[in-house]
């Protein structure tokens, strides 16, 4: 069965630093999502992205965050400078269109920050 | 934009009773998909509701949407450990979630 595979599982990384979250979507999908869920909260929406273009995001994917599809595979998530309270569970997913189809998720991609 | 709330945040059950979980919006919605997280897992899709009053089973889960297609609920009768997790109500397309309700089961 097809899945999205989300790398690393699990990444520490300092204060001030820069992180990749990497995702591969299900090769068909045209639309790509990402959200983070701090420890015990609900699963808050990031950024969604079609035609290598965001086309919704929320307050919280501010400046320091990026997202890009750089080789038509890959689906990254870039925070430029890492603060502690970006410690979280950021899990992508991709749908085959934007509505009525489910969204695959991966299994996620733990960052502590230190 | 679109935004939805659910109810309860929190419910916990003997293992056997019944368990019910709202979804509310402000907004009419086009159509509403339901998700459940295990503990230390990642949401995964459970239905989807399209049209008015719409009612769907899954084994011993019934999802209903409203006339007004501003409201949902998730029921599950005669809950089983299994059960257990936090179940995501969100509008298609948008996919943003609502806060979910977490159902602990007492064996």
């Known amino acids: 069965e097809p899945e999205v595979t989300q790398t690393p599982s699990h990444q520490v990384t300092q204060m001030g630093q820069e992180v990749i979250l990497r995702c591969v979507p299900i090769?068909?999908?045209?639309?790509f999502y990402w959200y983070r869920q701090i420890l015990g909260q609900k699963v808050e929406f990031l950024v969604s992205?079609?035609?290598?273009?965001?086309?919704?995001k929320s307050e919280i994917f501010d400046d320091q965050f990026s997202v890009e599809r750089p080789d038509g595979s890959n689906f990254t998530l870039k925070i430029r400078s890492t603060k502690l309270e970006d410690s979280a569970m950021y899990f992508c997913?991709?749908?085959?269109?934007?509505?009525?189809?489910?969204?695959?998720f991966g299994q996620g991609t733990r960052l502590t920050v230190v | 934009g679109q935004q939805v709330m659910q109810i309860p945040q929190y419910q916990h059950v003997q293992e056997g009773e019944d368990f019910t979980t709202y979804c509310n919006s402000s907004?009419?919605?086009?159509?509403i998909q339901w998700y459940k997280q295990r503990p230390g897992g990642h949401p995964v899709f459970l239905i989807q509701?399209?049209?008015?009053?719409e009612v769907k089973k899954q084994k011993r889960l019934t999802f209903q949407f409203g006339e007004a297609k501003k409201n949902s609920s998730l029921h599950i009768t005669a809950t089983q450990t299994t059960d257990v997790g936090t179940y995501f109500c969100?509008?298609?397309?948008?996919?943003?979630f609502g806060q979910g309700t977490t159902l602990q089961v007492k064996p």
């Open positions: 907004t009419t919605l086009s159509n």
């Open positions: 997913a991709s749908s085959e269109k934007n509505r009525n189809t489910e969204a695959f």
């Open positions: 992205f079609y035609n290598n273009e965001i086309s919704e």
């Open positions: 969100a509008p298609s397309g948008k996919l943003i």
């Open positions: 090769s068909n999908h045209l639309y």
């Open positions: 509701l399209v049209k008015s009053g």
